[in-house]
Nanobody, 128 residues
């Protein structure tokens, strides 16, 4: 079972990036999927969660209005579209498979305890 995040890189403030998280080894189409991030010297924090169907998402206040999540279950892939990036978005971004479908989206999914499987992360660096 493997989750592979990709799409990170260096971008100027105000720019955009799209992260992808591809699952292999098993399907996660019946699970909610989450994105978390960890900035240098800080704890890992919740970014967003998307339900198994992709119909509902919940995003952290710090990224609302700038980031969106989507998924393609046929491709076993989840996406994080990041627009209007800020230097404070600089972090390693991790995707994770939740313990359930995400319906309803409970507060458990905003925490690492709500996740079962983790990818290795992809680095996003936003410069001034």
């Amino acid at each position: 079972v493997q989750l592979q995040a990709s799409g990170g890189g260096l971008v100027q403030a105000g720019g955009s990036l799209r992260l992808s998280c591809a699952a292999s080894g098993r399907t996660f189409s019946n699970r909610a999927m989450g994105w978390f991030r960890q900035a240098p010297g800080k704890e890992r924090e919740f970014v967003g969660i998307i339900t198994w169907s992709g119909r509902s998402t919940s995003l952290a206040d710090s990224v609302k209005g700038r980031f969106t999540m989507s998924r393609d279950n046929a491709k076993n892939t989840v996406y994080l579209q990041m627009n209007s990036l800020k230097p404070e978005d600089t972090a390693v971004y991790y995707c994770a498979a939740a313990r359930g479908t995400g319906i309803p989206i409970s507060s458990l999914y905003y925490t690492e305890r709500g996740m079962d499987y983790w990818g290795k992360g992809t680095l996003v660096t936003v410069s001034n």
